[in-house]
């Protein structure tokens, strides 16, 4: 069992930032942010291994997002640039703990991005 807490949602204006943290209860292989709007499905955002130097990027997010991990905290983070109110979602860690598979999940974190 991994437990997975977020931090770092909030309310900002567009064009600002904000940086996301998910803190695990133990390592992982695969660490990943989803990001949920209203009446929308789940999607994928960004993903991260445990080689720091595989990274994967939502075609909507790149360039402008970027994931990165201590994997002494075991923590991963997602560093938002110019945020538009698309962005706004609740985002959702999940990790993999052997594979890439999303085996276990947080509770989420409430991002608004104000026009």
């Known amino acids: 069992q991994v437990q997975l807490v977020e931090s770092g949602g909030g309310l900002v204006q567009a064009g600002g930032s904000l940086r996301l943290s998910c803190a695990a209860s133990r390592r992982t292989f695969s660490m990943s942010w989803f990001r949920q709007a209203p009446g929308k499905e789940r999607e994928f955002v960004a993903r991260?291994?445990?080689?720091?130097?595989?990274?994967l990027y939502a075609d909507v997010v790149k360039g402008r997002f970027t994931i990165s991990r201590d994997n002494t905290k075991n923590t991963v983070y997602l560093q938002m640039n110019s945020l538009k109110p698309e962005d706004t979602a609740i985002y959702y860690c999940?990790?993999?703990?052997?594979?890439?598979?999303?085996?276990?999940w947080g509770q989420g974190t409430q991002v608004t991005v104000s026009s």
């Open positions: 999940t990790c993999g703990v052997w594979s890439l598979n999303n085996d276990y």
């Open positions: 991260i291994t445990n080689t720091y130097v595989d990274t």
